[in-house]
């Protein structure tokens, strides 16, 4: 594997750090998705704009990146970041998680494909609700 995907998933998380959204749109494809336990799956630029909406701030601490242990020439390239976010919420409320994304890459592609998001949605649930909800 080359180093392009863990380069990106390393961009993507320090935009993600400095709530930089559309460096966070930039390093995905062009009709690149997100999954996300909260909010289905959308379009990355739809996601990331919507987070921007729910959150005043986020600290990055990454805890490891792991990349795919794929044989060359599968058609996709799987890179996981493990990180600690702390989210403060736009009503100023502090959220702390730990959580893995797993990005997908077309093979020879550094741009992201698709995003997985995994963590325990239910102690974030009892402690904001539904910051995504419609008013």
């Not at 390393?10 to 966070?24: K, M, V």
């Not at 044989?71 to 736009?90: C, E, K």
């Not at 998680?97 to 649930?125: E, K, Q």
Request: glycine share 6%; proline share 4%.
């Amino acid at each position: 594997m080359t180093t392009q995907p863990l380069d990106t998933v390393r961009t993507y998380l320090a935009h993600l750090h400095a709530s930089n959204t559309e460096g966070l749109i930039a390093c995905f494809e062009e009709n690149g998705q997100v999954h996300s336990p909260f909010l289905g799956t959308m379009r990355a630029g739809d996601f990331f704009r919507k987070l921007a909406a729910a959150s005043s701030g986020s600290v990055i601490t990454v805890l490891d990146l792991f990349a795919s242990a794929q044989p060359a020439g599968q058609d996709a390239v799987r890179v996981a970041a493990y990180f600690r976010y702390d989210w403060t919420l736009n009503d100023g409320r502090e959220v702390t998680f730990t959580c893995v994304d797993v990005f997908t890459f077309d093979a020879g592609s550094a741009r992201i494909r698709d995003m997985n998001i995994v963590y325990d949605t239910h102690p974030l649930r009892e402690q904001v609700g539904d910051k995504y909800a419609p008013d």
